[in-house]
């Protein structure tokens, strides 16, 4: 933050004293505690949260702005689990789907052109086991050797791996052999045990979820971490949340970026929950990029949060926004959210991140700059058959 920005709020007798005190430990690369966190929350107004996020995120990112070009691929909604919030599993959905093997590889290899990664994930069914899941990364990576495979949240894994007798370490390292590239964030919800009980009771564990994640990075598989936020939660169950993420990426540093959901409430169980404000959501961006001083990114998923709020978001600490996607998702569209046909084009996402006066960058999976670099990515033409 500009030295004067800081003198503003120093000399702003609208800011209260503990916030103050916060923001000159932050500016000075100090870390917060969970105390300062919730205080964050109950006290910081949107300008000071935006300016506080808008200064850690320069120091991480600069002035750029992340995309990637890629693509969903939900293979099924059958799942063992009910999750309270849920609006995708065959349990609230007016649909079921179970793609084929072959099916899933079809869409790869008449779909996936132009991208450079491919984002797996849908619901736990029961059947499946690690062997069928290895199975097609491999096919997946076999049609498409460049395209990095980002797939199956904690959850899926935790059931996939309990179902092969194996070890965590077992089953994580089988499937990075298969060739797994990384894992998606999800299933994280809250790890608060009480709040997690009675929104996804039967969902893995938080001990497990983070075992998982801690195991994939001492593997060298990279992942990213979610919550999902406004629902039954409060600031303080919020914090905690963060508390463990940050203590967790300061034990491995394998975590990319921090995506925290917003909960939507159609078609579900929850549905007499209302949804939370924007300024709710824009707080929820800034006091996340604050707290997490160790994570490198904070995504704002737009499928989730409308591609406008997303936009808004990159005032409030936000850096990735996530891809292209290519209307190859349900979980979203199904529970309501704004943007019910997820697709955007590189154009519109460049156009939407100029506007906001941040630098548009194509990154790979691993954050790598991809400007000027697109032609060379092979997936960009799909061999003859
Ligand atoms: O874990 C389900 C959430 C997640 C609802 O890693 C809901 O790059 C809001 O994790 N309202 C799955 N949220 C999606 C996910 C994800 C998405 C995009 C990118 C990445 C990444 C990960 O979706 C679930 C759950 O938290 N979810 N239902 C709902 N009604
Ligand atoms: Fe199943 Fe995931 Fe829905 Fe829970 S959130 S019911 S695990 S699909």
Redesign the pocket.
Known sequence: MEEEQLLNIARNTAIPGDLKEIARKVTGGGRISQEEGIALFNHGGMGFLGLLADHVRVKKNADKAYYIRNFHIEPTNICVNK?R????SHHFSATKWELTMDEIIGKVRNEVAGVSEL?I?GAVHPDRDIRYYGDLIARIRDERPALHV?AY?A?ELDYMIRKSGMTIGEGLGYLKSCGLGSI??????IFDESVRSEICGMKTSSETWIEIHETAHKLGIPS?A?M?YGHLETYAHRIDHLERLRQLQDRTGGFN?F?P?????DN?AMSAVPEVSVVEDMKMYAVARIYLDNFPHL?A?WP?VGRKLAQVSLSFGVDDL?GTINDSTR??SL?GARDQNPVMTVSEMVAMITESKRRPVERDSFYNDLNGLIEEIPLLTIPER
């Open positions: 999750c919030f849920c609006s995708y984002h994930t980002k949240s959850v998606p964030g999800g299933g994280a919800e990213n979610t999902l970026a995506i959901l917003k909960f939507h409430n579900n995504k998923y989730a996530d979980i979203y529970a």
